[in-house]
């Protein structure tokens, strides 16, 4: 299958500052993204879906101010947790898709363990 | 409203076959997957069925019922190594996947 690269596996910040999360599709061209977050024992929420070029929808209860999705080409997309505190530590995925050719699988980033103290 | 429905937790033993249930409520329907979610990790793709039937795959088969709301994932020939959490994700008419919160699925010796 089609390969998506997120990195960093693994971050440690302090309070206040601001964290970059990459994801990046590698051998195909993702016409949308979607980041997901999960709090440990839970399903995934979906926080917001990015289309090339175009500015991100988010969920619900997503505040677009402190997570900043850009989707500047159709191979990244960024997700920047802005102000880190405690209660963002999670885990983040994301997911990329290309709606070509009735292919709709998603294919998942390995995530990033965001740990702010 | 959305919502997936599968068993919070299953237990079986190395060797047997076990069938992992879930239901769905979607606005539209764009096809069922299954993902296999080791702790830690991120989730794999295991199966896509976007039409009624069993789509076997080695020793994971994926079973959609699109009338009834339904799909299971039968897993042969367990090994320890397929302990893990099972999510059921069906996608809806934005092609958005719907999440559960998916079934831990503990294999004993």
């Known amino acids: 299958g089609a390969v998506v690269s997120q990195h960093p596996s693994r971050v440690i910040c302090k309070s206040g500052t601001s964290v970059k999360i990459e994801c990046r599709s590698l051998d195909f061209q993702a016409t949308t993204m979607f980041w997901y977050r999960q709090f440990p024992k839970k399903s995934l929420m979906l926080m917001a879906t990015s289309n090339e070029g175009s500015k991100a929808t988010y969920e619900q209860g997503v505040e677009k101010d402190k997570f900043l999705i850009n989707h500047a080409s159709l191979t990244l997309s960024t997700l920047t947790v802005t102000s880190a505190h405690p209660e963002d530590s999670s885990f983040y995925i994301c997911?990329?898709?290309?709606?070509?050719?009735?292919?709709?699988?998603?294919?998942f980033g390995q995530g990033t363990r965001l740990t702010v103290v | 409203g959305q919502n997936i429905d599968q068993p919070t937790e299953m237990t079986a033993t190395e060797g047997a076959i076990v069938q992992i249930n879930c239901t769905y409520q979607?606005?539209?329907?764009?096809?069922l997957f299954w993902y296999q979610q080791h702790a830690g990790e991120a989730p794999t793709f295991l199966s896509y069925?976007?039409l009624d039937g069993l789509e076997e795959k080695g020793r994971f088969s994926s079973f959609l019922s699109r009338s009834k709301g339904y799909s299971y994932l039968l897993l042969k020939e367990l090994q320890m190594k397929d302990s893990a959490s099972y999510l059921c994700?069906?996608?809806?008419?934005?092609?958005?996947?719907?999440w559960g919160a998916g079934t831990k699925l503990i294999i004993k010796p």
């Open positions: 069925n976007v």
């Open positions: 994700a069906p996608m809806d008419s934005n092609y958005q996947l719907i």
């Open positions: 979607t606005s539209g329907f764009n096809g």
């Open positions: 997911s990329a898709r290309a709606l070509q050719g009735g292919d709709t699988e998603a294919f």
